[in-house]
């Protein structure tokens, strides 16, 4: 365990914001994990994962821990179903790809989600009609406290939409170690309904799809819509999709009758958020060195050397113009830091 000094935090968030950690280590397995909380040098502590859902607005005086733990293993099998055990610091796009060369069937339409997979549950990381929790069965999760493994079932985290248990009542109170989803590998269920995969599909000349080419057609979509980070600094999609009440929809049609939705239950929709930022204007303005892009009004973008606070001040910016223009609150997805 070597704890270094003023680390440029850039390579380690998908925004690319170029902060300073006065303290950073990254730990590689449980007990360089168990070591580095337990010190008693630094007592305030920045977990980080994949990077890929936070914006940085500042310095960290903070201990940075960069959570790096790796291996996937395949934890038990019949001739239906794999149970797959993957550690917190697997990138979570080549778990997927991991998963589609053994025929493992539940997260294609997932591929391409930038993060680790330690963080996926947190998230309840979710597109084009999936979520983790679809093929959740449990994570591990070392309290920060005791330094105890807990391990939590689907039906301990209160998975909802980009929403769990580690968000809410155990928020910072657990690092996820491991989590292990249960797989297809045969008869497998196929989403192709939602968003533009069976057009994707069409145009690819496919008509029995496999999960392989539902994984494609997906990268295929995200790669025409959304910058890749390594390119364009960008965290994916900035803002959730607001759920309003049907009556609250009908008011929105009436001055917008081409307004997209998608049912959620008896009573609500949910309303693509790019398609409220678009009408307001947002989709592909730029501002110096940040901006919205120009494919998807859902994603905030640093072009170059933009500053944390210059894109948060932007994101507000997009959530006061479009709750004045619909009166719908659009919630910010990343965490600010």
Not at 116 to 127: D, M, S
Not at 281 to 286: L, N, T
Not at 297 to 304: D, K, T
Not at 317 to 324: D, E, G, N, S, Y
Request: with cysteine; hydrophobic share 35%.
């Amino acid at each position: 365990m070597q704890i270094q000094n003023n680390i440029s935090l850039k390579p380690y968030n998908t925004f690319g914001i170029d902060v300073l950690a006065k303290y950073f280590v990254s730990v590689s397995n449980i007990k360089e994990l168990k070591d580095t909380l337990s010190t008693k040098d630094y007592p305030n502590k920045l977990i980080l994962g994949g990077g890929s859902n936070m914006l940085l607005t500042k310095n960290q005086d903070k201990l940075v821990i960069h959570v790096n733990l790796k291996g996937i293993e395949i934890i038990s099998e019949d001739e239906d179903f794999v149970f797959v055990k993957a550690n917190a610091g697997e990138n979570w796009h080549q778990f997927v790809l991991w998963c589609m060369n053994k025929d493992f069937g539940g997260i294609e339409n997932l591929s391409l989600i930038p993060g680790n997979v330690g963080t996926a549950p947190i998230q309840n990381i979710g597109a084009y009609g999936v979520e983790l929790k679809d093929s959740f069965v449990s994570c591990e999760a070392l309290s920060i406290e005791t330094l105890e493994t807990h391990t939590f079932l689907k039906s301990d985290c209160n998975f909802g939409y980009r929403d769990s248990i580690f968000k809410q009542q155990e928020k910072g109170k657990y690092i996820i170690t491991s989590v292990t989803f249960k797989f297809t590998k045969n008869n497998h269920k196929l989403n192709v309904n939602y968003g533009t995969i069976t057009s994707e599909l069409e145009s690819m000349g496919i008509t029995n799809p496999t999960i392989q080419d539902i994984s494609k057609a997906v990268i295929s979509i995200r790669e025409s819509k959304l910058p890749n980070p390594k390119e364009i600094g960008n965290s994916g999609s900035f803002f959730k999709n607001p759920v309003v009440s049907k009556n609250e929809f009908e008011t929105i049609l009436q001055n917008f009758p081409d307004a997209p939705s998608y049912s959620v239950s008896e009573n609500e929709v949910k309303i693509p958020a790019g398609w409220l930022i678009e009408k307001t204007g947002f989709k592909g303005k730029r501002f110096g060195d940040y901006g919205v892009h120009k494919n998807q009004a859902l994603v905030l973008v640093n072009y170059g050397n933009a500053k944390g606070s210059d894109i948060l001040n932007l994101s507000k910016l997009i959530q006061k113009t479009v709750l004045r223009l619909f009166n719908v609150s659009i919630e910010a997805e990343v965490n600010i830091l």
